[in-house]
């Protein structure tokens, strides 16, 4: 809905190319089909359907102390939702750390809300088929209100340094039964898992894409994925243990990957395979 | 005065307060000790995944220190260690079925956390390699292995060093991105040898 016409000019050519020129199409190879696939999704994502469910679950009144997350600083001051998932991970100091948005969210639900921590953050990922988390809805509108802004990931105070610092040694880190860093499948240009294209985290211009589009609606699973629930599957194909949801380890990796991709344009929900 | 003054101030005072003034000089690296001791802290077991697989083997720390390219008396020592580590077929079984290769080569089941102990791991080759005509749907983060019998043979140069590149990859290229799959028991010796027939002999899809 939020989509540019050009966009949707694009599909109708395309499909007027499928219509009169089948050879050409035939000779096409996998990855353009591939390519074709997902440029024919981007008409219309229903992580807007989820977002809108998070913008009404934002200003509502919740939680043991029945209040909504107006108060909630995100970075950009108590109440600023526009803008502000561009510029996390940062340090909060009333936390004294840093948090990226759903370590930040989860900070706001207990300390203004009033949830139980550990209720929280329990089961923050939707299994396939479920009603999509509260955590996932607030996550998809929050995102949705930085679409268009640019990553601009803080390294000002020094643990946020310390987190880059550490984040980039994770990604190099090699370990488990497969020998597997994030490096070993995102550290070179054109790799590709099977059909799969790897963004390469040593290019700013791919790091930029790749981050600008997380969360992201998964069609093959029918639902909004975070950040957090993208670290954690890759390191379940890494052969690693599973990263604690929002601890430091992945919000480091997730600070390293965000200032990697400084400068490049919030274009999240975006929609994927 | 000020020499008076100079003499008084030990060499590791001096040292603290040009770094204290000096603004623009960059944070020290973490120690690595707390770095580990974080990312440790930042994981838990799940299934079959245990914390233990955080612990680095030498191979792998010493391809993290130098981010895959060691170098050259580095990877002579880690290459030598490699190949000394690979158990060849018992009774010269190279060659195993080329089909059961194929469905070792398709499967990307083991050794994750929804993975069962229970179930029988794949090689998962397609997701890097390219093998046959007929499997498009193969990656590019190894090279092409189509036609790889049909261009090389089955002499014994070639069974051994197959055999020792899956065995263990390191053998012949240290820090390779591919896993052990022999040597880290991700596959048994009879699916190296499927794997094997798969690539060798001459009837496979990989040679047709």
């Known amino acids: 809905m939020r989509r540019p016409n050009s966009a949707v000019a694009l599909i109708a050519a395309l499909i007027g190319i499928g219509a009169t020129a089948p050879a050409a199409i035939a000779q096409s190879s996998a990855s353009d089909e591939i390519a074709r696939y997902r440029l024919l999704l981007q008409d219309g994502n229903p992580a807007e359907l989820l977002v809108a469910r998070g913008a009404a679950m934002w200003q509502q009144a919740r939680g043991p102390n029945d209040i909504s997350l107006a108060g909630c600083d995100l970075g950009l001051g108590r109440g600023v939702v526009k803008g502000a998932y561009a510029s996390l991970p940062r340090y909060f100091a009333d936390a004294d750390q840093v948090q990226d948005f759903e370590a930040r969210l989860i900070f706001c639900m207990v300390t203004l809300q009033g949830f139980p921590r550990d209720e929280l953050v329990r089961h923050p990922f939707s299994a396939i088929g479920e009603r999509q988390t509260d955590i996932e809805a607030l996550t998809a509108y929050a995102v949705d209100q930085a679409r268009g802004a640019t990553i601009n990931v803080p390294q000002t105070h020094p643990l946020e340094r310390a987190a880059f610092a550490r984040g980039r040694y994770l990604f190099y880190l090699r370990a488990g039964p497969y020998d597997f860093s994030c490096s070993t499948c995102h550290g070179a240009d054109d790799r590709r898992i099977r059909l799969q294209e790897l963004p390469n985290f040593e290019r700013a211009e791919a790091a930029q894409r790749a981050f600008a589009q997380w969360p992201a609606y998964r069609v093959s699973q029918g639902a909004l994925r975070t950040m957090q629930w993208r670290i954690n599957d890759c390191f379940r194909q890494q052969r690693f243990p599973e990263p604690t949801f929002t601890s430091q380890a992945t919000v480091d990796l997730i600070t390293y990957l965000g200032v990697r991709a400084n400068g490049g344009k919030m274009d999240s929900p975006s929609i994927k395979r | ?208």
């Open chain 2, 1 to 208: 005065m000020r020499g008076a003054l100079r003499s008084q101030i030990s060499l590791p005072a001096v040292l603290a307060i040009a770094v204290g003034a000096c603004a623009t000089a960059p944070d020290p690296e973490p120690a690595e000790s707390e770095t580990l001791a974080v990312i440790r802290a930042g994981f838990h077991e799940r299934g079959i995944a245990k914390l233990d697989r955080l612990e680095q083997t030498d191979l792998q720390k010493t391809c993290t220190r130098y981010r895959d390219n060691p170098p050259a008396d580095v990877r002579a020592i880690l290459e030598k260690t490699a190949l000394a580590s690979v158990k060849y077929p018992a009774d010269d079984r190279w060659l195993g079925d080329y089909k059961q290769g194929e469905r070792i080569a398709q499967s990307g089941i083991g050794l994750q956390w929804s993975d069962r102990a229970d179930s029988v791991n794949g090689g998962n080759c397609y997701a890097c390699h390219q093998l046959t005509k007929e499997e498009i749907s193969f990656g590019n983060i190894g090279p092409s292995l189509y036609h790889y019998g049909a261009q090389r043979g089955q002499g014994e140069a070639v069974l051994r060093y197959t055999w020792a590149k899956i065995w263990n990859t390191h053998s012949f290229n240290a820090c390779s991105a591919m896993p052990r799959f022999g040597d880290a028991g991700i596959l048994t010796a009879e699916q190296v040898s499927h794997v094997m027939a798969l690539l060798l002999d001459p009837a496979s899809p990989v040679n047709r």
